[in-house]
């Protein structure tokens, strides 16, 4: 019947997006790959899909990369988030004043070892946090803001890890 075909190709194309965000988790948890679209064709490519094929969301990404952890992390990744955590916490200190939060893969669990720490900071003016690093001797980028994105974004590479700081403005969104 018609509904039994359609239902059929549903879950044909939640299988294959559940197979095209397995293969982009792998290569960007063994290739630190950090562009998920890319690694998102990429899997397409690897799996012999069309191109036309459905993505999977980011957010299916990140279940996928948990998963991923869960199955073949082991040690080896509990340590290196543990590494990430006392960083991104020794940064959170340094930078109290403004309320910094940690958040994405470093937060959630699913980060790799390539991960960036993503800090997210509240200041009424996002160049006292430049002025700051620079008094400190703290070498950042600032990078271009991001599509619909005004929060300003900074990039601090340390000895061990890239941190990402997101600077919100209190009442900026309403």
Do not use: C
């Not at 390539?114 to 950042?140: C, F, M, Q, W």
């Not at 600032?142 to 601090?156: K, N, Y």
């Amino acid at each position: 019947s018609i509904r039994n075909h359609a239902r059929r190709d549903g879950l044909a194309v939640q299988r294959d997006r559940l197979r095209i965000a397995q293969a982009a988790a792998r290569l960007i948890a063994e290739h630190g790959l950090a562009d998920w679209a890319l690694a998102k064709r990429k899997a397409v490519r690897q799996l012999l899909l069309p191109e036309t094929t459905s993505l999977p969301s980011n957010d299916e990404i990140e279940s996928a990369l948990a998963d991923y952890h869960a199955l073949f992390g082991g040690d080896a990744h509990r340590n290196a988030l543990r590494r990430q955590r006392l960083e991104a916490l020794a940064w959170m200190r340094r930078l109290a004043l403004w309320d910094p939060v940690l958040a994405g893969g470093v937060a959630a669990g699913w980060a790799t070892e390539h991960s960036e720490i993503r800090l997210e900071l509240v200041a009424d003016d996002p160049k006292a946090v430049e002025i700051d690093l620079a008094a400190n001797g703290v070498t950042y980028a600032a990078l271009p803001p991001r599509e619909s994105d005004a929060t300003a974004h900074l990039r601090i590479e340390s000895a061990t890890a890239a941190i990402r700081l997101w600077i919100d403005q209190p009442g900026l969104f309403f």
